[in-house]
């Protein structure tokens, strides 16, 4: 049950694809919001009424909370009675170990305005143990409070970590309706914590037993979809070997009534699902094999990507003896993780772009409607509309709604997501 608000000011740190949608929906229940990020363009555009990504009906909450004075962006934090921190997450180097350099930072920034009842939240996806590293660092830079892993229930600073769940696309609903995990560092930090999503959360605020397990439940939901994918993945090269058309096999297989396979694709981007299953990995990796292998599989489908192009590119230039690869033109269906949204994050399409873009002589046209700039590592190749792709190989790589209701072009398809089958 949505409640009344008990707070009056909220900060947000972090004004990305979860951090300003979770401030517009606080602002949307008339608490005064200020936003905090380091990037200008972003500050910005907000304090306009803009906003700086794509997201249906976020725009029109932004517009709204800007004009009636509830929500304002800066690039240095000030005084709150909760801060929300939706920094990013990566990873470093080949052992994808956790970066939790933002969440660091972002710690040394807010502890200076820190005063006795104030709620801090790591709403980032985290390895386990990530909150507990933050209060030590709030801790370190303000000796003068006292934090939950000393002072527990009579600490001064209440802290508790509760992972996003929402879907790029959907973000505005699910924030209402999806349910909350929230681990608190202590009941009391829970309760805190509770009572603020109450604010707009329609969902259950379910409380999870310490701060570890909200982190590892979301790992857990993320690490489970990368897994299920990774099976498609895997029969897609399967059946590319035997001559099969995937699709129709797993079309064949999901009826029967238990079982359900996902859809093979290019592999597996975005902010969570790419990322979260090596922080598990890191925590134990000894244990996690199986969820290992599935990254790696799936990390490896945009190189048999790549190698069918390649194939295609070859295969023309035999049934084309005159030519070269310079007059062979690529055309490219997608840059996004996943349909419909303008997130390139970890996207394997992109990735597959930027390799065909700078080892392809010839012209290399790319098809996204959701972007209005092709990224770095692209700048040889050309955006252009649907209908001006007239190329030789053509291959989808994203399955926008605009690609779904498009006709089969002529020349070569390499086609990852069963679209022009």
């Not at 807010?110 to 009842?117: D, F």
């Not at 996902?262 to 890191?282: E, K, N, R, T, Y």
């Not at 048999?304 to 070859?314: L, P």
Request: aromatic share 6%.
């Amino acid at each position: 049950m949505i409640s009344t608000p008990s707070f009056k000011r909220i900060s947000v740190i972090g004004l990305g694809y979860i951090g300003l949608p979770t401030a517009a929906m606080f602002a949307s229940r008339q608490i005064e919001v200020i936003g905090v990020d380091v990037n200008r363009h972003a500050v910005e555009t907000i304090n306009r009424g803009e906003v700086h990504i794509v997201e249906p009906d976020l725009d029109m909450v932004v517009r709204a909370a800007v004009s009636e004075g509830y929500l304002r962006a800066t690039t240095a934090p000030e005084p709150a009675e909760a801060f929300l921190i939706a920094v990013p997450t990566p990873f470093k180097g080949e052992n994808h170990d956790p970066d939790l350099s933002y969440i660091e930072a972002t710690a040394k920034a807010i502890a200076p305005v820190l005063a006795p009842g104030n709620l801090v939240i790591l709403e980032s996806t985290s390895p386990v143990g990530a909150t507990e590293a933050m209060a030590d660092w709030l801790a370190e830079a303000r000796p003068d409070l006292s934090f939950p892993q000393t002072a527990g229930e009579a600490s001064d600073i209440r802290i508790a970590h509760c992972p996003e769940r929402v879907l790029p696309g959907k973000v505005m609903q699910e924030l209402i309706t999806n349910d909350r995990v929230i681990g608190g560092m202590t009941p009391a930090c829970s309760a805190r914590a509770a009572e603020l999503y109450k604010t707009f959360v329609a969902g259950e605020c379910v409380i999870a037993s310490g701060p570890r397990v909200a982190e590892m439940a979301k790992l857990t939901e993320n690490s489970f979809r990368d897994v299920n994918i990774a099976f498609a993945n895997e029969l897609s090269l399967i059946c590319d070997e035997l001559g099969m058309d995937v699709w129709e096999l797993i079309a064949l297989a999901n009826r029967h009534p238990r079982v359900n396979i996902l859809q093979p694709g290019p592999g597996v981007g975005g902010h969570c699902i790419a990322v979260d299953p090596w922080f598990i990995v890191s925590s134990a990796p000894e244990r996690s094999r199986l969820i290992r292998t599935a990254r790696e599989v799936n990390d490896s489908k945009p190189g048999w990507v790549v190698e069918k192009v390649r194939a295609a590119i070859g295969a023309y230039l035999m049934e084309n003896p005159g030519k070269t690869a310079a007059d062979v033109t690529v055309a490219l269906y997608g840059l996004t993780f996943k349909p419909d949204i303008d997130d390139l994050r970890e996207s394997p399409a992109l990735e597959i772009a930027r390799q065909i873009a700078s080892e392809h002589s010839g012209p290399v046209l790319v098809v996204e409607p959701n972007v209005e700039a092709l990224p770095a590592g692209l700048a040889d190749a050309r955006l252009v509309e649907l209908d001006s792709a007239r190329a030789d190989i053509h291959v989808m790589l994203v399955d926008h709604k605009p690609f779904k209701n498009s006709t089969a072009p002529k020349g070569c398809i390499v086609d990852t997501r069963g679209v022009w089958r």
